[in-house]
């Protein structure tokens, strides 16, 4: 590239190799959270197709031993996706720009929050959906989905700008986004487990391509300024 040309883009891509152990953590944890999210999925969509349980209750449609055992497994399924997050931040693909510096938080203080309300949720068990505690922890999941999707969908928008990941992964983080804006028409509808599931299949190839950002001798672009 020519002194001329490199000039006229602002910036030169240069070829680096990254080998990260702690960002390979995240990239797998990432994929074993999203691929286990999608296969709870299933689960909620073949119990709910043969429960016996009110659709009234909050926990619904789970019996009260269940739905401990599925609200605290969920609760670990958010902090694997929040590792992945985590390590999408630290990776850099969304540059170090503002929206980067906004979205970042925003992604993992909602995930975060989802793991509060699914714990908050153990505490409305056998209540019905229109009790007011049960208002209340639906409110909180609610803030939290809002929060990760605007976060994601700013880091989405921060890595496809930043240009650092080419192919299919530049599109990742923002998919992870996008899907929740799927989910939220159709949450109070049957088809919700199979907009989860997709959710968690979006993680998981979010989880492939940080794996494929850290692995050992894999080129990466990354922006070199040039003056």
């Known amino acids: 590239m020519t002194?001329?040309?490199?000039?006229?883009?602002?910036?030169?891509m240069a070829t680096t190799t990254i080998a990260s152990p702690s960002l390979r953590t995240a990239a797998g944890v990432c994929i074993?959270?999203?691929?286990?999210?999608?296969?709870?999925?299933?689960?909620?969509?073949?119990?709910?197709?043969r429960t016996s349980v009110s659709d009234d209750l909050f926990r619904y449609?789970?019996?009260?031993?269940?739905?401990?055992?599925?609200?605290?497994?969920?609760?670990?399924?958010?902090?694997?996706?929040?590792?992945?997050?985590?390590?999408?931040?630290?990776s850099?693909?969304?540059?170090?720009?503002?929206?980067a510096r906004i979205g970042g938080p925003l992604a993992a203080g909602g995930t975060a929050l989802l793991?509060?309300?699914?714990?908050?949720?153990?505490?409305?068990i056998d209540t019905a959906e229109s009790a007011g505690s049960a208002s209340a922890v639906g409110a909180v999941f609610g803030l939290a989905t809002i929060l990760a999707t605007v976060g994601m969908l700013v880091l989405?928008?921060?890595?496809?700008?930043?240009g650092r990941w080419q192919d299919w992964r530049r599109f990742s983080p923002l998919l992870c986004g996008l899907i929740v804006l799927v989910i939220v028409p159709i949450q109070l509808t049957s088809a919700l487990w199979v907009g989860v599931g997709v959710y968690g299949l979006c993680f998981a190839a979010l989880g492939v391509a940080l794996l494929r950002e850290a692995s050992p001798g894999a080129?990466?672009?990354?922006p070199a300024r040039v003056a």
């Open 61 to 90: 449609p789970f019996t009260s031993g269940a739905f401990v055992v599925f609200t605290l497994c969920g609760a670990v399924l958010h902090l694997m996706i929040l590792v992945g997050i985590v390590g999408l931040i630290r």
């Open 3 to 12: 002194a001329g040309r490199a000039a006229s883009y602002g910036h030169a």
């Open 156 to 162: 989405g928008v921060a890595t496809l700008r930043e």
């Open 92 to 99: 850099g693909v969304a540059g170090d720009g503002r929206a």
């Open 219 to 222: 080129p990466a672009a990354v």
């Open 115 to 124: 793991f509060v309300a699914e714990l908050l949720s153990l505490l409305v």
């Open 32 to 49: 074993a959270g999203g691929v286990l999210t999608a296969v709870a999925s299933i689960v909620t969509g073949v119990v709910t197709d």
